[in-house]
């Protein structure tokens, strides 16, 4: 073999080499995002009546459930199945004691509740957000884009504002149509080009028809129009799937139901103003998801847990939802005092056979200010127990914070007396 062949064969070998350094796996790991779409006032039963085959579509890969909201009724936590109020419970994850928004005035959130957008930015500060909605007050007062007292968060990519747009959309009968199908077009444009890691989709039409006609045909018709703008929306996140390295969790809910005999109207406490539904594009939704009844306020936790965001302990020790992905330990958490017996009384519902409840009790709501809560570790009993009993006596008050901490979930339930609920809720 003369010294050219050497050669040759010396090249190859170290094609060979460098080609083999080369085929090691790449790093496969998706970019992990989120969007949730809020359509306005949909009664789960005439959703579930009306055809609607591009949420059909996402629910044939993924799952759909009812669920509910409202707070407990009659209770601390109760909250008017609004609009506003409605939206304030994805974006918070709590009910309107907390959040303090009452109705579509919005005139004082509280800010130490944070929203889902400043949660993601306190995780992930370098990365984008969006929202498209009809309402400009969606982003700028319950968001509090760019406020001081929401954290200074600015939501970088934004088409809005559109309800107070009177050139570009007039305020003439069917303007409202016009203005969804302007958002879903910008947020289908948005989201294929832009792909922001944590999206917000308002559509407002249906709430529009229900008010004007009540749940009759007109009703029915905009459901189907926003289930067109849903599918315009989806077929930009699959397109982001197909095409980039990417894991879309897609939740997609209403913020009220409608009260009979005619659905125009909504804002009290019956069970149907009270029942909402959700649909997720992901098929191995927990069991929690489908046979829990989930409250609104699990979108929260569910587009937390997704996105891997770290919940600081005092925030998740207030949140009123849990995770509808993943593992689950606890849910349905109460509390109850016995005043004779000095007694608090606690239940939960188990999803685990296995494992400890710890139960924590402070008689502070610092937290509402934006300070902190000292709890005192009161129980530890095991989770299959549902119940367990507080002693309370030395701990006397009118107010009483009870956090449940099990291994894959944390609940909290209040007691809170009727002479205490006027300064403790609002």
């Not at 799952?63 to 409202?70: E, V």
Request: proline fraction near 4%.
């Amino acid at each position: 073999m003369n010294r050219f062949n050497i050669s040759l064969l010396t090249l190859s070998m170290i094609f060979v080499l460098l080609n083999v350094g080369c085929s090691q796996p790449a790093d496969t790991t998706k970019e992990k995002k989120a969007i949730f779409i809020i359509v306005d006032g949909i009664s789960a039963d005439v959703l579930e009546k009306v055809d609607t085959p591009n949420i059909d579509r996402i629910i044939e890969q993924g799952a759909y459930s009812r669920g509910w909201l409202g707070g407990k009724a009659g209770r601390y936590s109760q909250s008017p199945t609004v609009s506003a109020v409605g939206y304030n419970h994805v974006l918070t994850g709590v009910w309107s004691n907390k959040h303090n928004v009452y109705n579509n005035d919005i005139s004082d959130p509280n800010y130490n509740y944070w929203n889902i957008f400043r949660l993601f930015k306190h995780n992930y500060p370098e990365k984008s957000v969006g929202v498209y909605s009809s309402w400009l007050d969606n982003r700028t007062k319950l968001i509090g884009d760019g406020l001081p007292q929401a954290g200074n968060v600015e939501i970088e990519i934004h088409y809005d504002g559109f309800d107070v747009d009177t050139l570009a959309f007039p305020h003439d009968y069917g303007y409202v149509q016009k203005i969804d199908d302007h958002v879903a077009t910008m947020a289908a444009q948005s989201i294929s080009s832009d792909a922001p890691y944590l999206s917000w989709v308002y559509l407002w039409y249906t709430d529009d028809t229900s008010h004007r006609y009540g749940e009759v045909e007109q009703h029915f018709e905009s459901i189907k129009v926003i289930d067109e703008l849903v599918g315009r929306i989806w077929d930009a996140v699959q397109n982001r799937m197909e095409n980039h390295n990417e894991d879309w969790l897609v939740l997609i809910t209403t913020d009220h139901g409608r009260s009979l005999p005619d659905g125009r109207g909504h804002g009290g406490q019956s069970e149907r103003e009270r029942t909402i539904w959700l649909v997720s594009n992901k098929a191995e939704m927990n069991t929690f998801f489908n046979d829990g009844h989930p409250p609104v306020t699990s979108i929260y936790p569910t587009v937390s847990r997704h996105l891997d965001l770290e919940i600081p302990e005092t925030l998740e020790r207030e949140l009123d939802g849990v995770p509808m992905i993943g593992d689950v330990s606890i849910s349905d958490a109460d509390a109850e005092l016995l005043e004779e017996e000095k007694v608090i009384e606690v239940t939960w519902k188990a999803w685990a056979s296995e494992g400890e409840v710890k139960i924590y009790a402070t008689t502070t709501n610092e937290f509402k200010t934006g300070g902190v809560d000292t709890y005192t570790l009161v129980a530890e009993v095991p989770i299959s127990d549902g119940r367990a009993r507080i002693d309370v006596a030395e701990m006397e008050s009118n107010f009483y914070k009870i956090v449940f901490e099990a291994e894959h979930n944390t609940l909290n339930s209040w007691v809170v007396s009727e002479t205490e609920s006027d300064t403790t809720d609002n």
